[in-house]
Nanobody, 125 residues
Framework: VQLQASGGGLVQAGGSLRLSCVVP????????MAWFRQAPGKERDFVAA????????YYAESVKGRFIIDRDNAKNTVYLEMNNLKPEDTAVYYC???????????????????WGQGTQVTVSS
């Protein structure tokens, strides 16, 4: 299963970007979706997640109030709207899909079975 992430780029601090991730139909309709990010020399960290039904969303504390995750079922696409970007948001951003059974699984990368190729986000100060 191949997830296609796009939308990264170079932006100044305070700016905005919108990431997109296109997902094969069957996977999209039955999986929860998430975004993770990985900065050079660091572990892959949870950013945001949305349940397959779209009813529940989760955010890392560092992005609450600035990032919004959403999904468009008609387009099999999950989005990450990133506002008021900071230099510390610089990383490769990955979309992921997986079936989660409890909220405790949301923030852990190994609970997601399918991953996109990553898209680079660079925020300059």
């Amino acid at each position: 299963v191949q997830l296609q992430a796009s939308g990264g780029g170079l932006v100044q601090a305070g700016g905005s970007l919108r990431l997109s991730c296109v997902v094969p139909t069957l996977t999209f309709n039955t999986n929860d979706m998430a975004w993770f990010r990985q900065a050079p020399g660091k572990e892959r960290d949870f950013v945001a997640a949305i349940r397959w039904s779209g009813g529940l969303v989760y955010y890392a504390e560092s992005v609450k109030g600035r990032f919004i995750i959403d999904r468009d079922n008609a387009k099999n696409t999950v989005y990450l709207e990133m506002n008021n970007l900071k230099p510390e948001d610089t990383a490769v951003y990955y979309c992921a899909a997986g079936r989660l059974y409890t909220d405790l699984q949301v923030t852990t990368a190994r609970n997601y079975n399918y991953w996109g190729q990553g898209t680079q986000v660079t925020v300059s100060s």
